[in-house]
């Protein structure tokens, strides 16, 4: 649900889009929000693979705190309690991509300036990319830890 907000809220800007399926997905992301401001897993995924490396509380709050963003004008209340979870929540046991992730959101919600973000980002930054990797998972999550890296700096400037 957080993809097809995050998807069609940018894609409005060069498709027609039904509002209201927006706001009733996002409605549904909103119904799910616990009072930390973190969101729970709802229903079961049956190809785990598509979720990436959201398959944890910290980095599925993150994707959908990324979606909420894109999808409200700025001070939208529900991404800032989201951000301030994930603040909270961001320590050296969340996983590399949780914590990028979080970075990424909590900028994107206005809960980080985009030169904390890049310094931040900058510090999670192995060589030339982010490696969001444990053991036994897919170097496609590299890709997608770096790729919000580099969106995390192109925001920055």
Same mark, same amino acid.
């Given at each position: 649900t957080a993809y097809v907000v995050k998807v069609f809220s940018a894609a409005k800007e060069f498709v027609p889009v039904d509002e209201q399926v927006l706001t009733? %997905?996002?409605?549904f992301l909103l119904s799910h929000q616990r009072p930390d #401001?973190? @969101?729970e897993q709802v229903g079961r995924i049956i190809h785990q693979d &598509? !979720? #990436?490396g +959201?398959?944890?509380e910290?980095? !599925?709050? *993150? @994707?959908?705190?990324? *979606?909420l963003a894109a999808s409200a004008p700025a001070g939208d209340e529900a991404a800032e309690r989201a %951000? +301030? @979870? !994930? %603040? %909270?929540a961001d320590?050296?046991?969340a996983s590399r991509y949780a914590r990028v992730l979080g970075i990424a959101a909590r900028q994107a919600a206005g809960g980080l300036d985009a030169t904390a973000a890049a310094d931040a980002a900058l510090a999670l930054r192995q060589g030339d990319f982010w490696s969001g990797r444990h053991d #036994?998972?897919?170097? *496609? &999550?590299?890709?997608e830890t770096t790729g919000y890296g580099v969106l995390i700096l192109q925001r920055a400037g």
């Open positions: 009733s %997905a996002r409605k #401001g973190s @969101f &598509l !979720l #990436g +959201a398959t944890d910290i980095s !599925l709050t *993150a @994707f959908i705190t990324i *979606a %951000a +301030a @979870f !994930l %603040a %909270a320590s050296e046991q #036994g998972d897919h170097a *496609a &999550l590299d890709v």
